[in-house]
């Protein structure tokens, strides 16, 4: 009796999986027909290698997770640094996990002015002659003199989605903006690998500008 009970849920809770599976796959199809991506929205934000962790919150230190990213993997953590540059300079400025291999400081264009450096608007990992700055935490500061840069506004997504919108990895595409402040965002680059989720990345700026929010969808035009 109690393994037929047990059964029992079991194929309700499958049942329910699946339920929810075909409801989530329905709405991707229908914007996929539309051609409408969802959006994440970032502030400016830095990625450390271990070296530059232990440098500055200390030795043996590890990255305390707070929230998990849209893309698989990446994270929001506790720490936060201050940025230094020649004028000026910007406290609080979080953290994402995991390690990487290089340093990297996406920051805001207006940035640039409160800061007085020059950063170079580019896709994430590409810092060949990017900007340089000082990075401070509690027990200490690493100095870089490349890494920093204005992230170019781009599409995640992974090869069955980029078939299903008729986009290709590394094809530049527009996106048209509804509402108030409707407008084209123009040279938006599709990044389609194995490890992406559906999210069109733009910065605090730009979605200030054509007053978007996350809750916000916009279409991919060819």
């Given at each position: 009796?109690?393994?037929?009970?047990?059964?029992?849920?079991?194929?309700?809770?499958?049942?329910?999986?699946?339920?929810?599976?075909?409801s989530n796959s329905d709405a991707y199809t229908e914007d996929a027909k539309k051609g409408l991506v969802p959006v994440g929205i970032s502030n400016r934000h830095v990625h450390l290698t271990e070296e530059a962790v232990e440098v500055l919150f200390g030795k043996d230190y590890v990255l305390e997770r707070i929230k998990n990213l849209s893309q698989p993997g990446q994270f929001a953590c506790k720490e936060?640094?201050?940025?230094?540059?020649?004028?000026?300079?910007?406290?609080?400025?979080?953290?994402?996990?995991?390690?990487?291999?290089?340093?990297?400081?996406?920051?805001?264009?207006?940035?640039?002015?409160?800061?007085?450096?020059?950063?170079?608007?580019?896709?994430?990992?590409?810092?060949?002659?990017?900007?340089?700055?000082?990075?401070?935490?509690?027990?200490?500061?690493?100095?870089?003199?490349?890494?920093?840069?204005?992230?170019?506004?781009?599409?995640?997504?992974?090869?069955?989605?980029?078939?299903?919108?008729?986009?290709?990895?590394?094809?530049?595409?527009?996106?048209?903006?509804?509402?108030?402040?409707?407008?084209?965002?123009?040279?938006?680059?599709?990044?389609?690998?194995?490890?992406?989720?559906?999210?069109?990345?733009?910065?605090?700026?730009?979605?200030?500008?054509?007053?978007?929010?996350?809750?916000?969808?916009?279409?991919?035009?060819?």
């Amino acid at each position: 009796m109690e393994n037929n009970s047990y059964n029992e849920i079991l194929e309700l809770f499958l049942k329910a999986v699946e339920s929810v599976k075909s409801s989530n796959s329905d709405a991707y199809t229908e914007d996929a027909k539309k051609g409408l991506v969802p959006v994440g929205i970032s502030n400016r934000h830095v990625h450390l290698t271990e070296e530059a962790v232990e440098v500055l919150f200390g030795k043996d230190y590890v990255l305390e997770r707070i929230k998990n990213l849209s893309q698989p993997g990446q994270f929001a953590c506790k720490e936060c640094v201050t940025l230094c540059g020649p004028r000026g300079v910007i406290e609080k400025v979080r953290v994402l996990g995991p390690t990487r291999q290089q340093n990297q400081v996406e920051i805001l264009a207006g940035d640039m002015f409160k800061l007085g450096l020059q950063a170079p608007l580019r896709q994430s990992g590409d810092l060949a002659e990017s900007g340089g700055i000082i990075m401070v935490g509690p027990k200490g500061s690493v100095q870089i003199k490349e890494g920093v840069i204005v992230a170019q506004r781009h599409i995640h997504m992974n090869p069955m989605e980029a078939k299903a919108y008729g986009v290709h990895d590394g094809q530049k595409v527009k996106l048209a903006v509804d509402g108030p402040r409707a407008g084209i965002m123009d040279n938006v680059v599709v990044r389609a690998d194995d490890r992406g989720a559906l999210e069109c990345h733009i910065d605090t700026e730009e979605a200030n500008a054509y007053c978007i929010n996350s809750k916000t969808k916009l279409m991919i035009i060819k």
